[in-house]
């Protein structure tokens, strides 16, 4: 895991308020596991996009991009530069 992704896990546990360690968070299908709805899912990348100084792109917005956190860890450090 990545210093990006690390942080991503983060902001999923502050801003949907999940009692759960970013750490057991697994990498994929966190929708289903966590049972995060679609509402939950905008907030959070709303949160990442804030944090990280970023904005994704309306047609890359999608439920998709918050169910792989390696794939938004890696667009995220596209968009801001940082190398993982």
């Known amino acids: 895991m990545n210093d990006v992704e690390s942080v991503i896990r983060e902001l ?3 801003t949907l308020d999940l009692d759960t360690a970013p750490e057991l ?3 994929r299908g966190i929708l289903n596991i966590l049972g ?5 899912a905008m907030r959070f990348l ?3 996009e804030g944090s990280f100084g970023i904005r994704i792109e309306d047609s890359e917005l999608g439920l998709d991009l918050v169910d792989d956190l390696p794939a938004l860890a890696a667009r995220v450090a596209e968009l801001s530069g940082e190398r993982q």
Not at 36 to 40: E, G
């Open 36 to 40: 995060i709805d679609s509402l939950s």
């Open 12 to 14: 999923l546990v502050q």
């Open 46 to 48: 709303i949160s990442v």
């Open 25 to 27: 968070i697994p990498p």
